[in-house]
């Protein structure tokens, strides 16, 4: 499973990009688009098998978008949503010029408030 990889590569950019408040976190967005192969139900499962193993990540929660995939038309100069795996603009012509649905990134990092005094 795939998955619990991707969980544990999340936590750890997150522990480098903040080294200080990482403990603060109670939320992260991420983005996959859908030739990223992730699946939400299996991502959210291991998301929550990795906070399991580590109770000090019990408060966080994880949102995940799926992006469509979106290619670009070189003969129309038009960006246009892949479906069923078509691979072909409005105009007929076919693309494999892929602008979204590969990637995989965290989006959103959410940080407990601070209650001031």
Same mark, same amino acid.
């Given at each position: 499973? =795939?998955?619990?990889?991707?969980?544990?590569?999340?936590f750890q950019?997150?522990?480098?990009?903040?080294?200080?408040?990482?403990?603060?976190?109670?939320?992260?967005?991420? @983005?996959?688009?859908?030739? %990223?192969?992730? @699946?939400?139900?299996?991502? =959210?499962?291991?998301?929550?098998?990795?906070?399991?193993e580590f109770?000090?990540?019990?408060?966080?929660?994880?949102?995940?978008?799926?992006?469509?995939?979106?290619?670009?038309?070189?003969?129309? %100069?038009? $960006?246009?949503?892949?479906?069923? =795996?078509r691979f072909?603009?409005?105009?007929?012509?076919? %693309?494999?010029?892929?602008? @979204?649905?590969?990637?995989?990134?965290? %989006?959103?990092?959410?940080?407990?408030?601070?209650? =001031? $005094?």
């Open positions: 499973m =795939h998955e619990l990889s991707i969980v544990k590569d999340i950019t997150l522990e480098e990009a903040y080294p200080e408040t990482f403990r603060d976190i109670v939320g992260v967005e991420i @983005q996959a688009g859908l030739l %990223s192969n992730i @699946q939400p139900v299996l991502i =959210h499962n291991a998301f929550e098998a990795y906070k399991e109770p000090e990540y019990a408060e966080v929660e994880l949102d995940v978008e799926i992006l469509p995939i979106i290619a670009y038309c070189k003969d129309c %100069s038009k $960006e246009f949503e892949v479906k069923f =795996h072909v603009c409005e105009c007929g012509k076919g %693309s494999d010029k892929i602008v @979204q649905g590969e990637e995989l990134k965290i %989006s959103k990092v959410t940080f407990k408030k601070k209650e =001031h $005094e």
